[in-house]
């Protein structure tokens, strides 16, 4: 039976140092979390690796969460926290953005219903060149269309996440928007066969 409680009483026990508490949080948000993860990455692997230790560095640095954003948002800020790491580790082995050195390996699934064949091959497809548009965006730009879009974040949380003025956050956002809509043969595979 899924937990009643809400996120702010789960994260008041989370932290008080209740671990239970903390994983039923975590839970309501791992399938999202992970969703970005292969949005940022483009590899699943690399993304369920992300999406593991964002959810122990939330655990670690718990004691520090202050509310001014909503859970969700905090998590994601971690896990773009994460993924900027790796790049600065991995930036030698490849230039992030230039050929296609991570591919999806497959999109997630909902878990909500379940899919005939063909509308779960359709699903995985439209994922697969959802994530190639947004993988020629700069790294800002995919970002910003990640945090609005997938985690409905607001502008002003997204400036700080990014640290810059809303006013660049929408700069940020009208341009990946404009260079998404370029797109056109992909974009027009997206909004077909519905």
């Known amino acids: 039976m899924d937990d009643q409680r809400t996120d702010s009483a789960l994260l008041n026990l989370a932290q008080a140092g209740d671990a239970d508490a903390f994983c039923i949080l975590a839970s309501r948000y791992d399938t999202r979390l992970f969703q970005q993860a292969v949005g940022?990455?483009?590899?699943?692997?690399?993304?369920?690796d992300l999406a593991?230790?964002?959810?122990?560095?939330?655990?670690?640095?718990?004691?520090?969460f202050n509310g001014s954003s909503r859970f969700s948002t905090w998590l994601f800020a971690i896990l773009l926290n994460r993924y900027r790491k790796h790049l600065s580790r991995n930036r030698s082995c490849f230039?992030?953005?230039?050929?296609?050195a991570?591919?999806?390996?497959h999109a997630p699934e909902s878990i909500d219903t379940q899919?005939?064949?063909?509308?779960l091959t359709i699903r995985q497809e439209k994922c697969h060149y959802l994530?190639?548009?947004?993988?020629?965006?700069?790294?800002?730009?995919?970002?910003?269309?990640?945090?609005?879009?997938?985690?409905?974040?607001?502008?002003?949380?997204?400036?700080?996440?990014?640290?810059?003025?809303?006013?660049?956050?929408?700069?940020?956002?009208?341009?990946?928007?404009e260079k998404l809509r370029g797109m056109k043969h992909i974009m027009n595979f997206l909004t077909t066969n519905d």
Request: glycine fraction near 4%; include cysteine; charge should be negative.
């Open 52 to 64: 593991s230790e964002t959810i122990v560095e939330a655990w670690r640095s718990l004691p520090r």
């Open 131 to 177: 994530v190639e548009c947004l993988s020629q965006l700069p790294d800002v730009h995919r970002e910003v269309i990640l945090l609005r879009f997938f985690q409905e974040a607001s502008l002003g949380e997204i400036a700080a996440i990014q640290e810059c003025s809303e006013g660049t956050v929408k700069s940020r956002l009208h341009y990946a928007l």
């Open 102 to 105: 991570h591919q999806v390996e």
């Open 40 to 48: 940022l990455a483009r590899n699943s692997s690399l993304a369920s």
């Open 95 to 100: 230039e992030f953005g230039k050929g296609h």
């Open 115 to 119: 899919p005939n064949p063909l509308e």
